[in-house]
């Protein structure tokens, strides 16, 4: 998939205005800047879900001057009505106490989990291939959607980092002809309990420590531990959240799940269980922890960034929407996996996910807060032709999700909030509440009635209603408990380790050591060894050997099954939009060689960022190098891969006193590099990202201590032939032969 649009001057996202601000304060009035191209806001309906035909910014601000709330000119915003200029500030400064009250309020209370999220609209278009399956109208062949879609973290507040080791949201709200369906997943297509009971549970064991609110955004810890070790069914998200799905490399790489097992019925009334899958068309990559750790604290806005900018830039991220199918048979099983678990997997090997539609996002929102924190997301939310199964977490969300949206959007009518509207009409009886912004009319929101004329009638399968599925219900005794089938927490962990590549493995090990070496509790770290021993002994003995503590025994029989390699990142090839390749150049290097890099870059689909010793540009001819990164604003974790053309000197801020990263000596030896140059190359080598160079880069790279030999490292080829070799590499994500298992 190549650029759809230019974005920013010359490909490159971030410029935050439409227009070029002026180094002076405009004085000339205006109307309002029209948002960015990238940039859009929610559908022009009425509460009720009419088209109403109008322009998007006639429901944003309007008019070249200040004004209040309820429109009237303001002459002044800087100072309160006061007794004299120095008197005492007047009670009756009515644009002051509005000023005031309304920042006061601002802030909405975050939600309790999924709280830090970055979002963007996009368009669903239906293959066709569901039709057997599912009467689903948006699933049609060719049928377009307009789609919100919202990824998360669990865990943090909205303050919290982007790239910390967390489970991911991936929420789409399909704005159907039918109605809004949403399907509210997860980067990981199991969850940490079976039943929504416990979820208060895992959530406050995962969250900070009540006593000291400490670590935010972290699994890291002895209450989190705790909980999954002794609540093992636990133990395949845990798995998941230790392998590196747990720090994905962007969203725009990331798989999304429905999780729960769905039921689908076509137009005959024939039904199917499912699984939701989102395939990206990018591939499945992640960081490795040290590339995690280091963008957390250098760009903590890492991934909503990426997403901005890869739509800024037109390399519109896209996910195939797939499904995994089962017989809907009253046992609800499939090759003797119980589908009501959401604890479980079906391995594709067994089960193929079959494509049925793809989304593209193409269109960043207009105003984080309407849009990305105000969207509503609900499981309930469903249209004909999609059900649910009595899966216990999935019957709990249907629950909690409406009960949060009540309380955090301050009434029952959050779905009047612009991105929450329906695109189908509205016609529901339901009166008043907080924040109703939909004008009724009629005297009789009830039915039957005669007053309005009947109206609103019913309306039966054959006229598009939604009906549910008529499932028998077995005679059964009301109790507390969880089927036999639930009790097996340890098969379906050793296949996901079985499935996984050695380095993979390795990166597992290291994310046990690390979070369980974070606890303080003996106790939790014996106990978490005893849980890895039941899944495999390489991986218990690698986690108890950087403990410190001995291996244990399995407690039951390792469980005998066969790997899925679908579940491993590695081996595979994937397309290279929206790649960042960093070139590192001073105004000596090979000028000529970064111009053709540049534009070859730009014409695959990628995004060059010229890394320089100042800001500004580089050569003084005809056609200047723009810089957008310096040595001082630039580290390696933004980068996919990094090309130097030739051996750039130090920058004139390469000052210890100035920044830490340039404290190194040889920044004043007269020829020698600067050391942050020398620190993003230590770094890309160490995360496996490949690295180029020509003009004389050989003696920066091996001050870097990069081996002009070593996998990945290219030299010796010209500025063509190294972009040309460092793009096959790309496809691979990382340069997986430079770890050693």
């Known amino acids: 998939m190549k650029r759809k649009n230019s974005g920013a001057e010359g490909g490159i996202p971030g410029r935050p205005s439409p227009l070029p601000p002026t180094v002076d304060e405009p004085t000339k009035p205006r109307e309002p800047l029209p948002p960015k191209p990238d940039q859009s806001g929610p559908a022009t309906v009425s509460p009720t879900g009419q088209e109403t035909g109008a322009d998007q910014a006639a429901v944003a601000q309007a008019g070249p001057y200040l004004t209040t709330a309820q429109g009237a000119r303001l002459p002044d915003t800087d100072h309160s009505l006061k007794a004299g200029s120095r008197g005492p500030v007047l009670l009756q400064d009515h644009h002051l106490r509005e000023k005031i009250t309304h920042f006061d309020h601002e802030r909405i209370p975050e939600r309790v989990v999924h709280a830090r999220g970055a979002a963007a609209h996009g368009v669903f278009q239906g293959y066709g291939t569901a039709a057997q399956i599912t009467k689903a109208a948006f699933l049609g062949k060719d049928v377009e959607t307009p789609v919100f879609v919202r990824f998360s973290t669990v865990l943090g507040s909205r303050g919290s980092a982007d790239t910390v080791r967390d489970t991911r949201g991936f929420a789409t709200k399909f704005y159907t002809t039918e109605g809004t369906f949403d399907l509210v997943g997860n980067n990981i297509p199991v969850f940490f309990i079976q039943d929504a009971i416990k979820f208060p549970d895992i959530i406050h064991a995962g969250k900070p420590h009540p006593d000291r609110e400490i670590p935010q955004a972290q699994s890291a810890h002895d209450t989190f531990w705790d909980f999954v070790t002794l609540h093992t069914e636990a133990t395949h998200h845990t798995l998941w959240n230790m392998s590196d799905r747990g720090i994905p490399r962007s969203f ?32 499945v990559h992640s960081m490795v922890w040290e590339e995690a750790q280091i963008t957390s604290g250098m760009d903590p806005d890492f991934h909503r960034r990426d997403l901005a900018d890869a739509i800024e830039a037109g390399a519109y991220p896209q996910w195939e929407l797939g499904v995994q199918t089962f017989p809907d048979t009253p046992e609800q099983t499939f090759e003797g996996i119980d589908l009501l678990d959401p604890t479980n997997i079906v391995p594709e090997e067994l089960a193929p996910v079959q494509p049925i539609g793809l989304l593209t996002l193409n269109t960043n929102p207009s105003n984080f807060f309407a849009e990305t924190e105000q969207v509503a997301f609900h499981p309930g939310h469903l249209v004909p ?46 009166r008043d509440g907080m924040h109703q912004t ?5 005297v009789a929101p009830y039915r039957p009635n005669s007053l309005d004329g009947g109206c609103p009638f019913q309306a039966g399968a ?10 028998t219900v077995p005679a059964a005794k009301k109790v507390r408990e969880a089927p036999d089938s639930f009790a097996d927490h340890f098969s379906q962990p050793r296949r996901f380790w079985l499935s996984m590549s050695p380095v993979e ?11 369980l070496g974070k606890c303080y509790e003996q106790a939790v770290k014996e106990r978490g060894l005893r849980v890895l021993a039941n899944i495999d002994p390489e991986l218990c003995a690698g986690v108890a050997a950087a403990l410190g503590l001995p291996a244990p025994e399995p407690t039951e029989p390792l469980a005998s099954v066969e790997p899925s390699p679908a579940l491993s990142q590695v081996g595979q090839t994937w397309p290279l939009d929206g790649r960042v390749i960093g070139i590192v150049a001073d105004a000596g290097c090979d000028l000529d060689g970064v111009r053709t890099v540049r534009r070859s870059v730009l014409a695959a689909g990628m995004v060059p960022l010229v890394v320089g010793p100042d800001g500004g540009a580089l050569g003084d001819g005809g056609e200047p190098v723009a810089v957008q990164r310096t040595f001082a604003t630039a580290r390696s974790i933004e980068f996919d891969a990094l090309l130097l053309a030739g051996a750039p000197g130090p920058a004139a801020d390469a000052i210890g006193a ?34 180029g160079g020509w003009a004389g880069a050989d003696d920066v790279l091996a001050a870097a201590g990069v081996p002009a030999d070593a996998p990945g490292v290219v030299t010796g080829r010209g500025e063509e032939g190294t972009l040309e070799e460092i793009t096959r590499l790309l496809g691979s994500h990382r340069v997986w032969e430079r770890f050693a298992a």
Request: aromatic letters at 8%; proline letters at 6%.
């Open 252 to 283: 725009r790489m990331m798989e999304g799940f429905g999780v729960h097992t769905f039921r689908l019925v076509n137009a005959v009334g024939d039904t199917t269980l499912v699984k939701f899958h989102w395939k990206p068309k990018l591939g």
């Open 385 to 430: 032709g999609i059900d649910i199964t009595d899966d216990p977490l999935l019957s709990g969300r249907l629950f909690s999700y409406l009960d949060t949206q009540i309380s955090r959007l301050g009434g029952p009518n959050f779905a009047q909030i612009p991105v929450n509207r329906t695109h189908a009409p509205v016609n529901d009886m339901l």
């Open 438 to 442: 939909a004008v009724h009319r009629g």
């Open 462 to 471: 054959d006229l598009g209603a939604y009906v549910e599925v008529p499932v």
């Open 505 to 515: 493995r390795e990166h597992i090990i290291a994310a046990y050591s690390f979070e």
């Open 658 to 691: 100035r920044d830490a990263k340039a404290g190194d000596p040889a920044a004043g030896r007269a020829g020698a590099s600067d050391p942050r140059v020398l620190l993003m190359l230590s770094e890309a080598y160490r995360h496996g990202k490949a690295i």
